[in-house]
Nanobody, 131 residues
Framework: QVRLTESGGGSVQAGGSLRLSCASF????????????MGWFRETPERGREQLAT???????YYADSVKGRFTLSRDNNKNTLDLQMNNLEPDDTATYYC?????????????????????WGQGTQVTVSS
C-alpha cells in the first residue's frame, strides 16, 4: 500500500516562503515511484480541491496559472520524495495542501489529472498566509 506523508506546512506572512515535502513509501516494483506522475493539490471550503502542480517521469512539470512563477515542483527519485517550493505567498494560498500519486501516466493525463482518479493521497498539511 502506497503511503504519502507531507511536512513543511505552517503559518507565514504574505510575501514569505514555505517548502513542502512529501515522503512516499510502498510503491510496488512493477510500478515504482519514478514512473509515477506525482503532484501537489490544495483544498479550501470555497474552492474545493484543486491541482497546483504535477510532474511526470520525464520531469515535465505542469503548473496551475495561479501558482506559475511562484511555486516550483521537484522530485528526487533516489529518495522517493516530492517537494514544492512556494515563494511570494499570498493570503489566497491559505489551504490544506495534499501530496498525490496520480498514477503511472504522462502527457495530458498528468497535466490535468481527474481528481477522482488520483490513486493515492497524503493526509494533508495546513498552510496559512496572513496579510
Amino acid at each position: 500500500q502506497v503511503r504519502l506523508t507531507e511536512s513543511g506546512g505552517g503559518s507565514v506572512q504574505a510575501g514569505g516562503s514555505l517548502r513542502l515535502s512529501c515522503a512516499s513509501f510502498g510503491f510496488v516494483p512493477g510500478y515504482p515511484f519514478e514512473d509515477h506522475c506525482m503532484g501537489w493539490f490544495r483544498e479550501t471550503p470555497e474552492r474545493g480541491r484543486e491541482q497546483l502542480a504535477t510532474i511526470d517521469k520525464t520531469y515535465t512539470r505542469y503548473y496551475a496559472d495561479s501558482v506559475k512563477g511562484r511555486f516550483t515542483l521537484s522530485r528526487d527519485n533516489n529518495k522517493n520524495t516530492l517537494d514544492l517550493q512556494m515563494n511570494n505567498l499570498e493570503p489566497d494560498d491559505t489551504a490544506t495542501y495534499y501530496c498525490a500519486a496520480v498514477g503511472v501516466v504522462s502527457g495530458d493525463y498528468c497535466a490535468r489529472p481527474p481528481i477522482i482518479l488520483v490513486n493515492y493521497w497524503g493526509q494533508g498539511t495546513q498552510v496559512t498566509v496572513s496579510s
